[in-house]
């Protein structure tokens, strides 16, 4: 991940999302949109991981259950390539997730889905402050 793809110039974005629910990524960037950020979509692990690649975010929204993975062990490659990236998780399921499992994998904040759209906006602006 540290060469940027030659296919796709360097662009940095705000907000990667992170869900293979292509209704909900599309809802969510959207709304980020709405509010002026620059928003990118990926649907799998594999396409998060190369989207930050050559378009690094400052904040990553990813879901708990991935195709082949979870958004926990992303969240660790992720952190592992972008240190300072910012990483709210969600999940639909009841899951189980310690605050110092979290806080290993570098994840600020937790929410479960369905979640209201206006405290998700705040919590990214607010990340994106910090």
């Known amino acids: 991940m540290n060469n940027p793809s030659s296919e ?37 692990a594999a396409a998060a991981l190369n989207f930050a690649s050559f378009a690094p975010p400052r904040v990553a929204i990813l879901d708990y259950q991935l ?18 990236l910012h990483i709210i998780l969600m999940s639909a399921n009841d899951v189980d997730i310690d605050q110092a499992t979290l806080e290993r994998a570098g994840i ?4 479960n889905k369905p979640m209201p759209p206006g ?5 990214v602006l607010q990340l994106l402050e910090s």
């Open 108 to 111: 600020k904040v937790f929410v």
């Open 119 to 123: 405290p998700l906006r705040q919590a």
């Open 8 to 44: 796709h110039p360097f662009e940095p974005c705000d907000v990667l999302v992170v869900d293979d629910d292509y209704a909900l990524s599309e809802a969510i960037s959207q709304l980020l949109t709405r509010s002026g950020l620059r928003v990118r979509m990926a649907y799998d």
């Open 67 to 84: 195709s082949g993975t979870n958004g926990l062990a992303l969240a660790a490659e992720l952190r592992a390539e972008l240190p300072t």
